[in-house]
């Protein structure tokens, strides 16, 4: 049997990039899955291609919750994906001594805001069945800093708590419902368009020296971070909450390995 069979899911930011593959990973596996973007028009393209629901979903907006909430009120997973970095629209100052204070509410509106939405929601959603998986999608960025992402480390490092919270809330108060984070480092997807140059060599050259520091060598691909999302989704996970999982081609570790070497 897949291992997801008939479990509701709900992604959010689904209509591309480390979203889709989850819904795709997650339709692969069974799973009745609802995909939710504020893009409608990719998000009900993925979701005919999928077989599945459809719901417009900005995260950041309480009553789209409380719609969704209408719309689908018992949930088994719910995986909060959805998030910016702030270079959206181009390269602008984000570091701790220019950033201006519109831009870092943006950032944590969407990230920090939308998450603790959907946690709220994911716990009322899961809370009559006492049983449930929500996956927060946070990143390396939440357990580093990062000088010229300040709005965004910090969102994400927000969210890597938060996650313990809610695991630590949901089994006080007896129920089932496990919470884990997950940390993707570099991995290739239209979130990185806006800071990489047009040009091809250029484009490499930049794709080079982003990953110099990854053991690896390489981005990381949707589908591996999916991965470890159906996982988590999945009732083999059973024992594991409030934990992170750090998706980054070892640049955590502890140091740059450089390949070939043996020093």
């Not at 689904?14 to 973007?37: K, L, N, P, Y």
């Not at 719309?71 to 994906?81: R, T």
């Not at 960025?141 to 990062?146: E, F, L, Y």
Request: with cysteine; glycine share 10%; proline share 4%.
């Amino acid at each position: 049997m897949a291992r997801l069979h008939n479990k509701i899911c709900i992604i959010t930011g689904a209509a591309r990039g480390i979203g889709e593959a989850i819904a795709r990973a997650f339709a692969d596996e069974g799973a009745q899955v609802i995909v939710t973007d504020k893009d409608a028009a990719n998000g009900k393209i993925l979701a005919a291609a999928i077989g599945a629901a459809f719901f417009e979903l900005d995260i950041a907006k309480e009553q789209h919750w409380d719609g969704l909430a209408k719309a689908y009120p018992n949930i088994d997973v719910l995986v909060n994906n959805a998030g910016i970095t702030g270079f959206e629209n181009g390269v602008v100052a984000h570091d701790p001594e220019h950033a201006s204070l519109a831009d870092w509410r943006a950032v944590h509106r969407v990230n920090t805001d939308g998450t603790f939405l959907g946690c709220r929601y994911g716990i009322k959603a899961m809370g009559k069945s006492g049983a449930g998986s929500i996956i927060n999608i946070s990143s390396r960025s939440g357990m580093v800093g990062i000088p010229a992402a300040a709005a965004y480390a910090a969102s994400k490092a927000a969210i890597r708590n938060h996650t313990k919270t809610v695991a630590l809330y949901c089994a006080q108060q007896g129920l089932n419902i496990r919470c884990n984070s997950v940390h993707p480092a570099a991995i290739m997807t239209p979130m990185w368009e806006p800071m990489l140059p047009p040009d091809e060599k250029a484009r490499k050259q930049a794709i080079q020296a982003l990953v110099k520091d990854t053991p690896l060598q390489r981005f990381g691909e949707p589908s591996e971070v999916a991965a470890i999302c159906v996982l988590l989704a999945s009732d083999e996970a059973s024992y594991i909450t409030g934990a992170e999982f750090t998706i980054d081609g070892g640049i955590l570790a502890g140091s740059a390995a450089v390949p070939g070497s043996c020093k």
